[in-house]
């Protein structure tokens, strides 16, 4: 799992990463917002389930199903 922030400052994203303790997934930036670009993104919170060789799976905008992500997953 990657976390992806774009909407917020550098700043920002750091404090959010310290308040929430995101230490169980890596943490990305993008004040540019090309990655959105890239990935098809016109809101958030949105989730993106990829194949191990990228392709995506599936998307999510708003709270994402676990109980979904778990299947195709393990499906995959």
């Known amino acids: 799992m990657i ?3 774009t909407q917020d400052s ?6 959010f990463v310290e308040k929430y303790g995101t ?6 930036w993008d004040g540019s917002y090309q ?4 990935l098809g993104v ?5 989730a993106i389930l990829f194949q191990s060789d ?3 799976i599936t998307g999510w905008y708003g709270a994402f199903p676990e109980t979904d992500v778990l299947e195709l997953s393990a499906a995959t």
């Open 3 to 5: 976390g992806l922030g």
């Open 10 to 15: 550098l700043g920002q994203a750091e404090d």
């Open 42 to 46: 016109s809101g958030q919170p949105a």
């Open 35 to 38: 990655s959105w670009q890239v």
């Open 54 to 56: 990228g392709t995506p």
């Open 23 to 28: 230490e169980s997934f890596t943490m990305l």
